[in-house]
């Protein structure tokens, strides 16, 4: 099945500093989600992207739908004590109703 | 509220016995899915259903059984043949069948006794 690398797996930062991370396939995807999920529940939507291109920011989360269809970044800018969590992107391909391809997850630490 | 509702929270198995999650969603959406999460891991598909008395495998179905006689519900069972269940659950929904995105419940951590 389709794969998506997530990187970085985790990510130790100080409260206030700005976070990247992203997302890359071998697939093309029509559509990149991210999603944060907090320990025992379910991830939540944080951003939704659904052209090649598109830049979308939600609060001080920012998000784009790389040019080549195939990545995705997520940035957090300015991080703050309740940004701890795991992030994830997800990509559906179009192909079928068969649900989303998943990343691996980013886990993010904020030290104060 | 709308939302997606699993129950329960922890579920505990005894070898040879097949459990049952809860998943009811009030959003009228069509599609629902589950999906098995394992520490470290992405999330895994194993069922969908686009609509009411359908459903299909996902990527890791074995050991699984689902039905979908109301549009609002999608139990899953967890069979005794699922040798390695202890996982985090998730149920999940979208408005229409391969339309994005898709809205997760609270999950359910099934452990072996």
């Known amino acids: 099945g389709q794969q998506l690398n997530q990187s970085p797996q985790s990510m130790f930062i100080q409260e206030g500093e700005d976070v990247s991370m992203n997302c890359t396939s071998s697939?093309?995807?029509?559509?990149w989600l991210w999603y944060k999920q907090d320990p025992g529940e379910g991830p939540v939507l944080l951003i939704a992207l659904y052209k090649a291109g598109e830049l979308t920011s939600n609060g001080r989360l920012t998000a784009q739908f790389g040019i080549t269809r195939k990545d995705s970044f997520l940035n957090i800018s300015a991080s703050i004590p309740s940004d701890v969590g795991i992030y994830f992107c997800?990509?559906?391909?179009?192909?079928?109703?068969?649900?989303?391809?998943f990343g691996k997850g980013t886990h993010l630490i904020i030290q104060p | 509220d709308g939302g997606i509702t699993q129950s329960p929270k922890y579920l505990f198995r005894k070898e040879g016995q097949n459990v049952t999650l809860s998943c009811e969603q009030n959003l009228n959406h069509d599609a629902m899915y589950w999906y098995r999460q394992d520490p470290g891991q992405g999330l895994r598909l194993i069922y969908y259903?686009?609509?009411?008395?359908?459903?299909q495998k996902g990527d890791i179905a074995e050991g699984y059984s689902v039905s979908r006689e109301k549009k609002e519900s999608f139990p899953l069972t967890v069979t005794s043949a699922q040798k390695n269940p202890t996982a985090f659950y998730l149920c999940?929904?979208?408005?229409?069948?391969?339309?994005?995105?898709?809205?997760f419940g609270d999950g359910t951590r099934l452990s072996i006794l």
């Open positions: 259903s686009q609509i009411v008395n359908d459903f």
């Open positions: 697939s093309i995807f029509n559509t």
């Open positions: 999940a929904s979208s408005l229409v069948p391969n339309r994005q995105p898709q809205h």
């Open positions: 997800a990509g559906d391909s179009g192909g079928g109703a068969d649900g989303l391809t």
